[in-house]
């Protein structure tokens, strides 16, 4: 995000707007400003004028729940602002509202021409990505309709409908036509002698398919509120640090984030869930990866949305296999989206199959939540969808064939399809890309800590103990086989994978904390792999880089050969934690912490790898998400790992 743009977010709607409040609809930029609901932008431009003319801005939007700016029409010192604009905007389910009050500033009646331009363009998020890609949307109409008390927009492509709907209390005086598409709701205020007058402006959106009856809110007052009691549920009852209190902080910034990234998910039964997004702008969505490790940060704190990502997960699991390679038996989804392009078919994401590690992971979680809760009820409940998940990890992913989980590049889709999945972020350490099969190391720790967890559930639980025994032998077998073929023995480290012929890619990667966070690691291993991580070529000062520097391959400005994760030093600081490498934990999360009270006690997606020692603020990465549900949860898994130290 840039620094004009300031996002707000609630469930699965979103909007970014400008330092006055105004959203102007530019394509072409990294992030876009709007209002967007499931994939699609529902307004794309909204755009205030008094007289005639952009008012300056007195006081710029900040961060915040709500969007909130003073305003005063343009003039010089020598006669002061005849009136003023109190704007103040809020996101609620669907729906975008706004409150203006214009003060007189003057002993005199005044009257001024307000008004506010609005346009839908209904653009899917892919098209707005800056990645060059265009597509061709055939058939695709736009209406306008003025109704009594503002304008609707709708958008209609064969099957696929969506629309758009503004209104104003009071009603405009009329609506204009612009020559653009675009409408203006035009009002003529007459103020009283020091007098204000306010106008509420409410923006319903419905996306194709949404059969709920939505209910735009009141004001923004009305959103704050909704907002803050949905806080205050999800941090009552964590116990923050009294010792620390800017982990307190942190941890109490993620809490009211991760309410706010809560998103509507359906369950096995039909019943209504609510599950944690990746992240926003840009993946407002259900991830499997992303959900799953949110879901195991928060479990010591709370426990429901491990159940609800667990049964959504469940529900959309792989039965069969489909036109696409990735969709296989048992397979956990990576991605789903609404969007018209994914309902169209022209991105893949509509459900993506591209992950070697969501299935494992859900395994995990299911495990951690049993030994958690005792929840016997939804172990027995999820028992088919974990041994289809085992079954795919031992046949389809290539446990039995392969001795390893292997993925190969999808054709448009990841080309890595591990949590380092950008197209560069598995390579040697010159940079070189392998071809062909890819085993990545982390997926290889998360299988084990899966079968190990599984083979418990089914000893103690479904009452299987021949089933736990095979799932507890393939584990044993899976570690001995990771530490004769991943170990270089000339950096004393882990490769980042093997390619497919089992050569060795020889990035030193952060990936080696996760397998201290899965215990494959042999101890002798383990305590040499948690120590290098705190060298200075891995550890920046604000967390343990992606890719240690002085490799040709890395970057500090790189999405994932260089950059600073925090979930990534999360599961870091839990592994070395596990290692009883205490020390080095505690390093690592004051590193985080330290990142996180410099932005506000949030933590972002991700960070430049610049070191602290040359750089004494923590370098932001250029298009990373401003609220990441993974990085809202990494405070909590620091809270785990070393308490209040």
């Not at 530019?26 to 205030?48: I, N, Y």
């Not at 961060?63 to 010089?76: E, H, K």
Request: negative net charge; charged residues 20%; aromatic residues 8%.
């Amino acid at each position: 995000m840039t620094d004009r743009h300031h996002l707000l977010v609630h469930g699965a709607t979103f909007a970014t707007v400008g330092e006055r409040g105004d959203i102007s609809g530019v394509r072409g930029v990294s992030s876009p400003d709007g209002l967007f609901v499931r994939d699609a932008r529902h307004l794309s431009r909204w755009q205030l004028t008094v007289d005639g003319a952009v008012p300056e801005v007195l006081s710029p939007v900040a961060d915040g729940d709500a969007a909130r700016c003073v305003l005063v029409p343009r003039g010089g010192r020598q006669e002061p602002p005849a009136h003023t604009l109190f704007r103040e905007q809020a996101v609620g389910d669907s729906s975008f509202v706004e409150s203006l009050r214009v003060t007189n500033n003057r002993p005199v009646t005044t009257s001024i021409r307000l008004a506010i331009t609005a346009d839908v363009d209904f653009a899917d998020q892919f098209e707005l990505r800056s990645d060059h890609r265009t597509y061709v949307k055939p058939g695709g109409v736009r209406s306008r309709q003025v109704l009594d008390d503002g304008i609707e927009f709708t958008y209609q492509r064969a099957e696929w409908r969506s629309c758009t709907a503004i209104t104003a209390d009071p009603a405009p005086d009329t609506v204009e036509e612009t020559g653009t598409g675009a409408r203006r709701l035009v009002w003529t205020l007459d103020l009283e002698p020091h007098g204000t007058t306010e106008l509420v402006l409410r923006v319903i959106a419905r996306p194709h398919g949404e059969k709920r009856a939505l209910r735009v809110p009141r004001d923004p007052a009305s959103v704050h509120e909704q907002l803050m009691a949905a806080e205050a549920e999800f941090v009552e009852g964590v116990a923050f640090p009294t010792g620390w209190p800017e982990l307190a902080s942190a941890c109490a910034r993620g809490l009211s984030d991760l309410a706010a990234l809560q998103i509507p998910a359906t369950g096995p039964d039909g019943e209504e869930l609510r599950v944690p997004a990746a992240g926003a702008p840009w993946f407002l969505t259900l991830l499997g990866r992303d959900a799953l490790l949110t879901s195991l940060f928060a479990l010591p704190y709370r426990v429901q949305p491990a159940a609800a990502t667990l049964l959504a997960l469940a529900t959309t699991q792989a039965t069969g296999t489909g036109l696409s390679p990735v969709v296989q038996p048992g397979k956990i989804v990576h991605e789903v989206r609404y969007g018209e392009l994914a309902h169209f078919g022209q991105v893949p994401f509509g459900r993506y199959y591209g992950s070697v590690d969501a299935t494992p992971l859900f395994l995990v979680l299911l495990g951690a939540y049993v030994e958690r809760t005792s929840d016997t009820a939804l172990a027995h409940r999820l028992e088919p969808h974990a041994r289809a998940a085992i079954g795919w990890m031992l046949d389809h992913g290539g446990l039995t064939s392969r001795g390893y989980l292997v993925y190969r590049a999808d054709k448009g889709g990841l080309a890595n399809q591990n949590w380092k999945d950008s197209p560069g972020a598995i390579c040697c350490s010159d940079g070189t890309r392998p071809t062909g099969a890819v085993m990545a190391a982390g997926a290889q720790g998360y299988a084990y800590d899966a079968l190990r967890r599984t083979a418990w559930v089914a000893r103690t639980v479904w009452g299987d103990e021949t089933y736990a025994a095979l799932l507890e032998q393939a584990a044993t077998d899976l570690r001995d086989r990771f530490q004769r073929d991943f170990w270089m023995q000339d950096s004393s480290f882990p490769a980042l994978a093997l390619d497919g012929d089992g050569r060795q890619i020889d990035a030193l990667a952060s990936d080696a904390g996760h397998l201290l966070w899965s215990g494959l690691l042999d101890k002798e291993y383990g305590e040499m792999v948690g120590r290098r991580l705190l060298e200075p070529d891995f550890f920046s000062g604000w967390g343990v880089r992606t890719l240690a520097s002085g490799q040709p391959a890395y970057h500090p400005l790189s999405y994932h050969r260089g950059s600073v994760w925090p979930h990534d030093n999360a599961l870091i600081t839990l592994g070395l934690a596990r290692y009883g490498l205490h020390d080095e934990a505690r390093t690592v999360a004051h590193a985080l912490v330290d990142a996180a009270t410099a932005a506000g006690h949030r933590l972002p997606e991700v960070l430049a790898g610049y070191g602290r020692d040359t750089h004494p603020e923590p370098v932001p990465y250029p298009h990373a998400c401003v609220r990441e549900s993974r990085s809202a949860a990494a405070p909590l898994a620091l809270l785990t790992a070393v308490g209040g130290a």
